[in-house]
């Protein structure tokens, strides 16, 4: 059997991964927004009867996860594996859902890129024999990650302009080995990139030259170009990083084609008052869980490339003053 | 066909090249609103503290008293206001106009209380009530202390 990289830093699937379902869980916000139709199940509130904003979101976790697994119709006894991820300490949104799956369990953190990171893992797990049907989750709550990453959420402050809000929602995906739905036909996986932003309220500048080496990686690795795609879209760059994303491609001279967007930018409109956009693990998740495979089923896209972006630092780190290092991982989906 | 090649492709923009394309796509503050806004709502806090104080008088208090009475009524005002949900919109909207005056330094404490009730009494609430406040009390007092030994000397 040969190697099934190519390039740099791609796999490439022999057997393409099957994505058999898809399930995504949003909050009011998100409901609210412009995507809110595409979503499968919208929260009243930000807690929905738990007493804490993390059991929350680990419950909002485990809906999205069955959800995918009833949608599929197979049993649960069926699921090889679960990949899930979220942006909490120890990734404990995760790990709590995990204590109720009772499946075979490995957490994964790629900060807010860990959907793309997650489907690229559960691939290879699957294209390389390991795996029949894997289970991906991910999940990011508005509230646990202020109060995590910023300040309390009942004190008075102004947000900067470049400032992202985060996705309170969780999606999943099941995967298979076979199956009607679309394919999963490669994966890159990025390199940590940083060009020095230590605002850690831009982090769309942080995450954008990762993104961009990514794409420009993938199509060398795949000597392919945006025009080969019907949609490229970044997890959560949202409008600034969005930006910088796009000229950085364009000074290297990166075609990407007639839509490169982002899911951050999409989640959210401009009377939401998010400032720059969307953000979290959930922004990327829920956006691909719904809108886009909806349209991947329905065939209305054919190829998707979908790039979750992360920013890998911690309170701590930005406190001391480190810049905040990026990173980008790509799946490519066909119809 | 896949490219079998290695390396070399990197984006082509040097850091300090990309330093100021973000800081060209990155959306300045709203300094001029913002500027406005603080100036508005600190003056409505500080013309409604000017209005207790004079019931206070009125009721006959001596103006110090008054003074001192009318900080805790808009200390219990700015509480209030956090545990009703209410401050941090108003934060959002006037900015330094409502974190200044003592109603801002009230929910510098409520909003970590509340926040961190869910983690106990003595490691939540106990440990966590002057994350925000507590460098204002830090630097405060140290400054107080500094002025004063120096007041006394120099008189």
Redesign the interface.
Known sequence: MGLKR???Q?V?FDNPPVILSSYAVVGPKEGKGPLGKTFNSIWQDQLNGE??WELAESKMLQEALQGSISQAGIGKEQIDFMLAGDLLNQIVSSNFAARLMALPFIGVYGACSTMALSLALGSMMIDGGFAEHVLVGVSSHHDTAE?QFR????????????AQWTVTGAGSVLLGKKGAGPKITSATIGRVID???TDAS?MG?AM??AV??TI??HF????CTGQDYDHIASGDLGT?GL??AS???K???VDTGTEFTDCGVRIFDSTQDVH?GGSGCACSAVVFAGDLMQKLRARALKRVLLIGSGALHSPTSALQGESIPGIGHAVAIEA | ?????????????S?EE??A??QK??????LTK?ILRAFLVGGLICALGQVIINIFSGIGLTPKEASNAATAAMIFLGSLL?GL?V??????F??AG??IPVT?FA??I???A???K?EGYVQGVGAKLF??AGPVLVYGIAASIIIGVLAYFLH
């Not at chain 1, 060398?220 to 000597?223: A, F, G, I, V």
């Not at chain 2, 796509?25 to 709203?30: A, F, L, N, Q």
């Open positions: 190519a390039g740099n791609t490439l007493k804490t109060r300040a309390p959420t009942e004190q008075g402050t102004q947000r900067a302009m470049s060009y020095g932003e831009n500048s954008a030259p961009a080496d420009l990686n060398h690795d795949l000597q600034v930006a910088l000229e950085v491609l000074q290297s001279g720059a | 066909m896949p490219n079998q090649t290695l390396r070399k492709p990197a984006i082509s923009i850091p990309y330093k394309l973000a796509y990155t959306p300045k503050p709203t913002n956090t949900g401050y941090d919109e108003i934060g959002k006037g900015g409502s974190i801002g929910n510098s409520v909003s970590p509340m926040e961190f869910r994350t925000v």
